[in-house]
């Protein structure tokens, strides 16, 4: 089910922005509109996520560009949260209610709106580990580091999150 | 996996139609430049991290940048330099006369000189792109409706500026005589004449009348470098063609194949050939007609250009006459014009092309002179819509070789005419319009 991977992980991770600039933008916007569900919002901070790394290069070097930058855009995400006086969430808290009514759906294609609804209503870390590993097809290494979790943590989280998503039809 | 976490898992894969923007992608790319650039230009000195971070910086650089142009030593260079913004620097590049970073773009053009003094060939390049681009500016303000005059004047002064620049590389005393001259000479010719298409183009474009007054002087200074750009291709490819035609003697077998081979072996050594019909022509036979062609073409279109200017010197002089103006002077170098004309012909025959040039241009402005000094005759406001009409002429495209019945066909906007005049028009832009086509046609080998 993996895809190949592209990013040749032999080459620097610098040339892996670079070179793949275009899809990890994507990735990583799709990303954050699918935790968010606000088109502006999504770009604001996608951009931020990018700055940021560019900003970080320029006196450190980065392993692993892709975890590096999933990684951020998580924490972004949290930041962005905060910013706006959210309750701090963890896995239990669901703020389902409020995200579902500030839907701006407009990304969202008719026959994925099902799926979107229902990742909307699992836990902030679920979903992101869902999302990275079916949608972006991230390696678990990458997810393990993206999460600040080891590999065997990841691999079951990812495994009860699709199981709680089963359970929510 | 069961069936049920299979479809769950198709399902979630079709959110990958979610992309974003490709103008959001597009702006962060710019951010993204700026702000490696900003690193960059603060931490030049002394980071102990220089090298890492100027190699990782590199990589963004070319990364980010279009494929097509990586720009990236000169642009970081000249924005250390100029101790501007990287990000500034990059997207000055498309910056137009009134905006604010257009300085920029100068001064990134003339860091890029700067940058090449020791190569004569790609400084002339740059001046000659450069001053392509003025008038590419003068276009787009135009089609804005933003070309206000003094930004014109502006950019005309410093197409000039460029041109004079290419020129002055051009007749150098290290330029000329070598091989950069045939391609320094061949690229300012190819942009001058290049130059006049686009200034027909803004002349369509602009209403006022200092407007044009500011592009027919841009003109006169392209067909002025174009000139002097066919001088030195013409002196180039005559000295071509006197070794070709020496190798050609020594080997003692010429082909007959046209007058012009004869002509120059005769010319240029002074021996008889031998009427020889061989099928082995030698290399120099075969390279000289080209070469050949290429030199009659460049002097067959400036004759065409001297015919028209006599042409329409002389219909101004009918028109002048009529209302009673002294013309005595005028037709005296009108007739000067067509002799020198006649001269050009002459020399054109013996293949002494860069002689026959000359004459040619001697011609034109020799009929440029007899129409001027009629012009300065009636300078009155009075007259003024009625001189109108002469001066459109300016903006006419190089007529076609075979084009000798110069045709009054204008490109300029619509003046005081009579119904028979423009008629008459038609039929001859037609004309011009299938010679000009045909010659193109010719021009694609």
Not at chain 1, 116 to 139: F, W
Request: net charge negative; charged share 30%; with cysteine.
């Amino acid at each position: 089910m993996k895809r190949d991977n592209e990013v040749n992980k032999n080459n620097n991770s610098l040339d892996d922005l670079m070179t793949n600039y275009n899809e990890l933008v994507d990735q990583i916007f799709r990303f954050i509109y699918l935790k968010t569900n606000k088109k502006e919002v999504a770009e604001d901070i996608t951009q931020e996520c990018f700055l940021s790394t560019i900003k970080y290069l320029g006196e450190n070097e980065v392993q692993n560009m892709r975890a590096f930058l999933f990684k951020t855009a998580r924490n972004k995400v949290i930041d962005y949260y905060r910013q706006k006086n959210r309750v701090i969430y963890s896995d239990e808290a669901v703020l389902a209610n409020e995200k579902i009514s500030s839907h701006d759906d407009v990304m969202v294609k008719q026959d994925a709106k099902m799926v979107a609804e229902k990742l909307n209503l699992l836990g902030e870390e679920d979903r992101d580990v869902l999302m990275m590993r079916y949608l972006e097809d991230l390696d678990i290494k990458d997810i393990a580091e993206a999460i600040g979790k080891n590999q065997m943590a990841t691999r079951v989280q990812i495994f009860r999150a699709l199981r709680k998503m089963k359970n929510l039809i | 996996m069961d069936s049920r976490k299979k479809n769950l898992i198709e399902e979630m894969k079709k959110l990958r139609s979610i992309k974003a923007d490709d103008g959001f992608k597009f702006a962060l790319r710019k951010r993204m430049f700026e702000e490696a650039g900003k690193s960059f230009v603060i931490n030049m000195s002394g980071s102990r991290h220089h090298s890492q971070q100027a190699s990782n910086l590199q990589k963004i650089f070319i990364n980010l940048l279009p494929k097509k142009q990586n720009m990236f030593l000169p642009l970081l260079l000249i924005a250390a330099l100029l101790g501007s913004s990287a990000g500034a620097t990059y997207a000055s590049q498309s910056s137009l006369p009134g905006e604010t970073l257009y300085p920029v773009k100068l001064a990134t053009e003339k860091a890029q000189t700067v940058l090449n003094v020791n190569d004569n060939a790609k400084e002339a390049d740059l001046h000659i792109k450069f001053s392509e681009k003025r008038l590419y500016e003068i276009d787009a303000l135009a089609q804005k409706g933003e070309a206000k005059l003094e930004l014109v004047r502006e950019a005309v002064d410093k197409y000039k500026e460029e041109l004079s620049e290419a020129k002055n590389i051009l007749t150098s005393a290290s330029v000329v005589g070598s091989d950069q001259s045939i391609q320094i000479a061949k690229s300012l010719a190819d942009a001058t004449n290049h130059s006049k298409e686009t200034l027909v183009k803004i002349s369509g474009e602009v209403d006022s009348d200092d407007a044009l007054d500011i592009l027919k002087d841009a003109w006169k200074e392209a067909v002025e470098h174009n000139d002097i750009a066919t001088i030195e291709l013409l002196k180039s490819l005559t000295s071509d063609m006197t070794a070709a035609a020496n190798t050609t003697s020594t080997t003692n077998t010429v082909a007959n194949t046209n007058t012009a081979d004869t002509t120059i072996s005769t010319a240029a050594t002074g021996t008889q050939n031998q009427a020889a019909v061989t099928t082995s022509t030698n290399q120099a036979v075969v390279a000289v007609p080209v070469q050949d062609q290429q030199s009659q073409n460049m002097v067959n279109n400036k004759m065409a250009e001297a015919s028209h200017k006599i042409s329409e010197a002389e219909r101004y002089i009918v028109k002048k006459e009529s209302r009673g103006a002294d013309v005595g002077a005028a037709k005296i170098k009108i007739a000067e014009a067509k002799t020198l004309l006649a001269d050009s012909q002459n020399l054109l025959n013996q293949a002494k092309y860069t002689e026959a040039f000359l004459r040619a241009k001697d011609a034109h402005r020799a009929a440029q002179i007899a129409k001027e000094s009629l012009e300065n005759d009636h300078k009155d406001k009075n007259h003024k819509e009625e001189d109108g009409d002469d001066d459109e002429n300016i903006f006419v495209l190089p007529a076609a070789i075979s084009d000798t019945s110069a045709s009054n066909s204008s490109t300029g906007t619509a003046s005081v005419r009579s119904e028979t005049d423009y008629d008459q028009d038609n039929d001859d832009e037609d004309k011009k319009e299938k010679k000009h086509d045909k010659e193109k046609e010719e021009d694609h080998d």
